[in-house]
């Protein structure tokens, strides 16, 4: 998960703070000095965060780009120009801009704003563009909410009561709901100085990049690692009360499946494995910063003790197997190797679901077992047949024809066939009714109204273009279709029952016509 510091460079960054028995310190200075506290921790725990920088004031700079050199990022800290005004806005459109360019929309990321809480003045400052949220075209909108995930971390080198003298508060908190309110705003305590603004950088490093350390365990095999990015906690929809879901620091593998049999399954997330002990083999001269990834190689330079994790990574590479590994209660997710190049593979857990029956085809998870266990070799002699996926007890039927619309074209395609029907009325009343009252039983199935509405017009229209030549009774038919249809659209229960079936009008001309059978 790449990190994006946005520092504030503007002018009142330079306001000094007095410091008890030493030279006169500024607010920027404090930033700095929290911001390398930060940068020291990642480069001794969190090397394999992509970190760039990025100051601001009327304008925005890129001073580092995304590296995993911190020697470089604390060098662009201690070069920062003082600039001008605050314009908060055109910075986040830059963040925008780069995470875009280096990472795509997919990647979450985490924005660290270094800020004194002077937001500006006039127009282009935060008040400025908060007030005029809703009077912009869709050419001018508000960066915020990003178009990819991110947590948005707001480091003010004020205390509280300071910001809470204007409203700065209020606009930083309306900031962070707008980015989607994850992440936090963290304020100085007591007075401005060195030891504040280590407390207050050292609560976010406890919150957002601290490692997550725990024991992968199989069998009397154990090993210490890290797991990078830091798992998130899961919340459960499906619960009256939903309680967070942490992944346990006990990874329990209790078993080995085929790549084949799991195929590309749904995960949560994906994560790289690292030994410990590899880690600090790389401190001694194992590898860079810049290549942390784990191969066979790499692990048997730093091993000189026999390590298991190295010992897993190395079987799962060479037998195309994936490791089942137990989260947490009815949690689960799975170990592999994926290859970065031709000499160079990682160690990766990918998160499922949790439940007890994460992956469908294989069945719940704590029915799987070795195959020595079953009458005979479900995967044959000479592997030629898979026990998966595993059949359902009850036999499902499909006779059932539902109507689902995936794309556009589908429900195009159903209106397209009512139509056509309705220009060959009376002779097609009954597949036009029978076209007709499918497509409303599925309008009112996804509570789409609209369709109902929106197919009642057409039908009006169909019936104001026919011809002279038309049956009298195509006239009637339409006309009460249509009429139904509105009904229905009012979502009214008399009208709208989802059990009801619209019925052919009974006219004098349709009385004894094949075409009027009713449904």
């Known amino acids: 998960m790449p990190t994006v510091v946005l520092m504030d460079a503007s002018l009142s960054m330079t306001r000094p703070v007095s410091l008890e028995g030493s030279e006169e310190f500024q607010r920027k200075n404090l930033a700095v000095h929290g911001l390398t506290m930060l940068f020291e921790h990642m480069a001794m725990n969190y090397r394999l965060e992509f970190t760039a920088l990025v100051a601001f004031s009327s304008l925005w700079e890129l001073m580092v780009p995304f590296t995993r050199d911190y020697n470089a990022l604390q060098e662009a800290l201690s070069n920062l120009e003082d600039f001008d005004k605050t314009c908060l806005e055109l910075a986040l459109q830059g963040v925008s801009t780069i995470m875009q360019q280096e990472w795509g929309s997919a990647c979450p990321c985490q924005l660290v704003l270094v800020t004194d809480g002077a937001l500006g ?44 003298t204007t409203d700065a508060m209020d606009n930083l908190e309306q900031l962070l709901i707008l980015s989607g309110g994850e992440g936090q705003i963290f304020t100085m305590e007591g007075p401005l100085c060195l030891k504040s603004v280590q407390a207050m950088f050292g609560k976010l490093i406890e919150q957002a990049y601290m490692p997550f ?83 066979t190689s790499t692990n048997q330079m730093a091993g000189k003790s026999p390590n298991f994790c190295v010992l897993l990574h190395g079987s799962l590479k060479v037998e195309g197997m994936v490791a089942l590994v137990q989260l947490g209660p009815d949690w689960y997710g799975m170990l592999y190797s994926q290859a970065d ?54 036999k499902r039927s499909y006779a059932q024809n539902v109507t689902v619309w995936i794309k556009a074209s589908g429900l195009q395609t159903d209106v397209q066939k009512i139509l056509r029907n309705a220009r060959k009325l009376p002779e097609k009343t009954q597949t036009f009714y029978k076209e007709l009252n499918r497509l409303r039983k599925a309008a009112l199935a996804f509570g789409f109204w ?24 195509a006239a009637f038919q339409l006309s009460h279709a249509a009429q139904q249809l509105k009904l229905a659209s009012t979502g009214d229960s008399q009208y709208a029952a989802f059990e009801h079936n619209i019925t052919p009008m009974l006219t004098d001309f349709s009385g004894g016509g094949g075409g009027s059978d009713r449904l």
């Open 121 to 164: 003045i006039g127009r282009g400052s935060l008040r400025h563009s908060l007030a005029t949220l809703k009077q912009r075209g869709e050419d001018k909108k508000f960066p915020l909410p990003f178009p990819f995930p991110c947590k948005l971390y707001i480091m003010c080198i004020s205390n509280a009561e300071e910001l809470q």
């Open 213 to 295: 350390h725990a024991v992968l365990r199989c069998g009397h095999l154990t090993s210490d690692v890290q797991v990078f990015p830091r798992p998130e906690p899961v919340m459960i929809d499906e619960e009256v009360d939903p309680v967070p879901k942490h992944v346990l620091t006990e990874l329990e593998i209790v078993g080995f499946i085929e790549i084949a049999d799991i195929a590309s399954p749904p995960v949560l997330s994906r994560h790289l494995v690292l030994p410990i002990a590899v880690n600090k083999a790389d401190e001694v001269g194992a590898g860079t910063t810049d290549e942390m990834e784990e191969d």
């Open 341 to 394: 190049s031709k000499k160079k593979s990682n160690l990766m857990m990918s998160l499922f679901e949790p439940g007890p029956e994460p992956l469908p085809w294989l069945g719940k998870v704590s029915q799987l077992g070795p195959i020595s266990d079953a009458p005979e070799n479900p995967y044959g002699e000479d592997d030629s047949k898979s026990p998966f996926p595993v059949q359902p007890k009850s």
């Open 450 to 473: 609209e369709l109902l509405k929106g197919v009642a017009e057409l039908l009006e229209r169909e019936c104001t273009l026919l011809p002279d030549s038309a049956h009298p009774d």
